[in-house]
């Protein structure tokens, strides 16, 4: 062991000509104590600073001190790594049956990056609000790939995943009872308020006409451009479905018969409510693009399907295809996103006449999932500068030709020999 003063735990090692601090806390071994690098967060290595090794040791003591306690009281003794228990944690999870499997592979990925910044073998009691609280800003500043980092919703995501396994690893007694570091935390970033974004009729018109009108060409190596854009596009414009049921659909959820498109749950995705379980109109404009779709295209069974490998499975990511039709029709790419179509059609859907009279609120609320009227006058219900009394829901460039203009003969000018209105 390197030199170490009488009056501290800290000791020092030469590792590359630099020395490093380490820390001797083996008296606390029942609770995972032992001879222990200081590493400061994000780091990978052993400070070489005096003051910052005071620090990390005593907030390691603190842990231990704490975890100790917390064992005393409530008769624990047993120690669980964070990787072990989240891996147990997952595989219950997949056993419940009760969640999908692309909710799984999100959970694990949200405690792989836990893991990855508190360490494989931190025993799950040492973990203590100050630390969650380091953790969230690093998330903050995690680069998320599209020229920015990740989001607040992104990140309270990640700590909902974190305070699931808290919540079993309590049940299972292997925190103290009321050990839970992360709903302690109450700095938690929440995400900017204001109106959410949506699509005036013209404008959902045009993105529509744009999508119905693309005609991607095959990518490099060999890949599939999705072929199915308009047919999608169309599809969460006009059943107002969020995006997890929208991708979920099957095509036995689209009765041509009685004219409905239903939301169920199923093996590709779950629904988080009784109330989820809806069924909505098949309005004409819908039932037209999904006709012909299904005709020519028919998927095996999920109603728009990816095959990443080899095997049918659910879509996960389409924002390269959207960014393409955006972009088409005067958009920037990134601009627009399909939150934005859920409250554009609870937008359309208030304006129709249902037996000659406006529709009720209710009726919307129903449609949209929701077991009352709040949410569609809270936040879904906006209203724009375009008055569009009709008896369906439908987005059609004719109605609004004057509107669009120059946009719309700009499209027009990018199309690919089709008629702008037309069912080609």
């Known amino acids: 062991m390197g030199r170490q003063s009488k009056k501290s735990r800290i000791y020092w090692r030469e590792r590359g000509g630099t020395s490093r601090a380490y820390a001797d806390v083996r008296d606390y071994a029942d609770v995972g104590g032992g001879r222990e690098a200081l590493v400061a967060p994000g780091e990978k290595l052993a400070t070489a600073d005096e003051t910052t090794a005071q620090v990390l040791l005593a907030r390691r003591l603190e842990q231990l001190d704490a975890a100790r306690r917390g ?32 909710w799984l592979e999100v959970t694990e990925k949200c405690l792989d990056r836990a893991i990855n910044f508190f360490g494989a073998e931190r025993d799950l009691a040492s973990i203590t609000v100050a630390d969650v609280r380091r953790w969230a800003n690093r998330l903050l500043a995690t680069p998320n790939g599209r020229k920015g980092t990740m989001s607040a919703s992104s990140v309270r995501h990640h700590l909902s995943c974190f305070s699931n396994l808290y919540k079993r690893a309590r049940a299972e007694r292997v925190v103290p009872s009321g050990y839970d570091p992360v709903g302690d935390f109450d700095e938690k970033p929440s995400p900017r308020r204001g109106e959410a974004k949506w699509l005036e009729l013209p404008d959902a018109a045009l993105l529509l006409e744009a999508a119905r009108t693309y005609r991607p060409a095959p990518g490099k190596g060999g890949w599939r451009p999705v072929p199915f854009a308009y047919e999608m596009i169309a599809t969460f414009l006009l059943t107002g479905g969020r995006e997890s049921e929208v991708l979920g659909l099957e095509v036995d959820d689209v009765s041509l018969d009685r004219g409905v498109v239903t939301f169920r749950p199923n093996k590709w995705r779950r629904l988080k409510t009784a109330t989820y379980h809806r069924s909505v109109p098949l309005w004409p404009q819908l039932r037209e693009a999904l006709e012909r779709y299904l005709a020519e295209h028919p998927p095996s069974r999920l109603l728009f399907p990816s095959y990443r490998t080899g095997e049918e499975a659910i879509l996960t990511d389409f924002r390269k295809v959207l960014d393409a039709v955006a972009v088409r029709a005067g958009w920037k790419a990134g601009e627009i996103r399909s939150k934005m179509f859920r409250h554009t059609y609870c937008a359309a859907r208030l304006q129709t006449v249902d037996q000659g009279a406006p529709v009720s609120t209710y009726t919307v609320a129903r449609e949209m999932g929701h077991g009352g009227e709040a949410m569609v006058r809270k936040v879904f219900g906006h209203l724009g500068q375009v008055r569009h009394r009709a008896e369906a829901v439908e987005y059609r460039v004719e109605q609004h030709a004057a509107k669009l203009g120059a946009r719309l003969e700009a499209l027009r000018g990018v199309g690919f020999g089709t008629t702008i209105g037309t069912t080609a």
């Open 71 to 102: 064992r005393a009281l409530h008769g624990e003794t047993r120690q669980v790594s964070l990787a072990d228990f989240a891996a147990s944690h997952l595989v219950a999870k997949a056993e419940s049956q009760k969640f999908t499997e692309h």
